[in-house]
């Protein structure tokens, strides 16, 4: 079974940008949908960011369009969060997943249900 750890997380200024990483040891997302969540202590996991590796079909959350960016790289190893003008709002646990879906063409509600595969989760923090 694929195992999704994640990586790049750390504290930034505000407006900063950080890239977070996916990646399953000996395992390539052929086809899957890799998605980016993240979660702070009170509040409902929330999805950041979708991509479906087979067609490159790329979704986003709301609170994240037009300053984060899903893609992967050539050989579909890894999956990249580009995280630009951080805000502090956007401090959480951020948590990669896996899916052998087509990301339900960005239903979230969907996906949240179905996704069965995490990992670990990686910590931004954003300072003020």
């Known amino acids: 079974q694929v195992h999704p750890v994640e990586s790049g997380g750390g504290s930034v200024q505000a407006g900063g940008s950080l890239r977070l990483s996916c990646a399953a040891s000996g395992y390539t997302f052929n086809n899957h949908c890799v998605a980016w969540y993240r979660e702070t202590p009170g509040k409902e996991r929330e999805g950041v960011a979708a991509?479906?590796?087979?067609?490159?079909?790329?979704f986003y959350g709301d609170s994240v369009k037009g300053r984060f960016t899903i893609s992967q790289d050539n050989t579909k190893s890894t999956v990249f969060l580009q995280m630009d003008s951080l805000k502090p709002e956007d401090t959480a646990m951020y948590y990669c997943?896996?899916?052998?879906?087509?990301?339900?063409?960005?239903?979230?509600?969907?996906?949240?249900?179905?996704?069965?595969?995490w990992g670990q989760g990686t910590l931004v923090t954003v300072l003020t």
């Open positions: 991509i479906y590796t087979g067609g490159r079909g790329t």
């Open positions: 997943a896996v899916d052998e879906s087509t990301c339900f063409d960005g239903d979230w509600a969907l996906l949240t249900r179905y996704l069965e595969i």
